[in-house]
């Protein structure tokens, strides 16, 4: 069985600093990693994603991500939080289902980010 | 905006009454999925659909049911509802099948049983 786990359920951080928010999975063959962003009373958007090819992932809004295959982690980074970054984000893998018909998304319970002023 | 649909957006009932959610996915994708938010349990998969047929089926309750119909919009029902079943539910789609394509969501159905 696929899974994701975002260890801290809430990151802080001033404007201006580099951010990151963690994201560690579990799949069997390939892993297909995701991050979504969800704003207050609004549908999950998503961010960016690794497929295959450079670690390094850049995505929507200034966000990158890393892709570390040996630590099983895909952390998503930003150079410099803006307050407008504040927001939930999840991290999803997309694996076979149980019975290995299907992609799968399953996301991680979430992490809120807080930038403040 | 993503272009996916979910009607209504806010729904209040009481408990032993049944629901019906709908998704219209966008323009092109097959697949759609229903998710199932709470705080508690986080986000949650339902079931897909695959142009028109069931393809998976997730933490899905026996009381749920869903399908997707010819035009590929999908609608989600809920019966016997109890306080529990009160969250948002998410409605997203995706061209096809495969592993490596994101999801696109709509904005969510806000249930709250009474």
């Known amino acids: 069985a696929q899974s994701v786990a975002q260890p801290e359920d809430q990151v802080n951080v001033a404007e201006g600093n580099p951010l990151t928010v963690k994201c560690t999975y579990s799949v069997s063959g390939n892993p297909y990693l995701f991050w979504y962003v969800q704003y207050p009373n609004r549908g999950l958007q998503f961010l960016l994603k690794?497929?295959?090819?450079?670690?390094l992932v850049k995505g929507s809004y200034g966000f990158e991500a890393e892709f570390n295959k040996s630590q099983t982690s895909f952390h998503l980074k930003k150079p410099s939080a803006l307050v407008s970054d504040s927001a939930l984000y999840f991290c999803a893998v997309r694996g076979r289902d149980a019975s290995g018909g299907s992609y799968i998304p399953t996301f991680g319970r979430g992490t809120s980010l807080i930038v403040h002023p | 905006d993503s272009g996916v649909t979910q009607t209504p957006k806010h729904l209040i009932t009481a408990t032993g009454q049944r629901v019906t959610l709908r998704c219209s996915p966008r323009s092109g994708d097959l697949s759609v999925y229903w998710y199932q938010q709470s705080l508690d349990q986080g986000l949650q998969f339902l079931i897909q659909?695959?142009?028109?047929?069931?393809?998976a089926k997730g933490n899905i309750l026996e009381r749920f049911s869903a399908q997707q119909f010819p035009d590929l919009h999908s609608e989600l029902n809920l019966s016997s509802l109890e306080l529990g079943d009160s969250a948002l539910y998410f409605c997203a789609s995706s061209a096809g099948s495969s592993n490596t394509g994101e999801l696109f969501f709509g904005e969510g159905s806000r249930l709250t049983v009474l």
């Open positions: 659909y695959y142009n028109g047929e069931e393809r």
């Open positions: 690794y497929i295959t090819g450079d670690n």
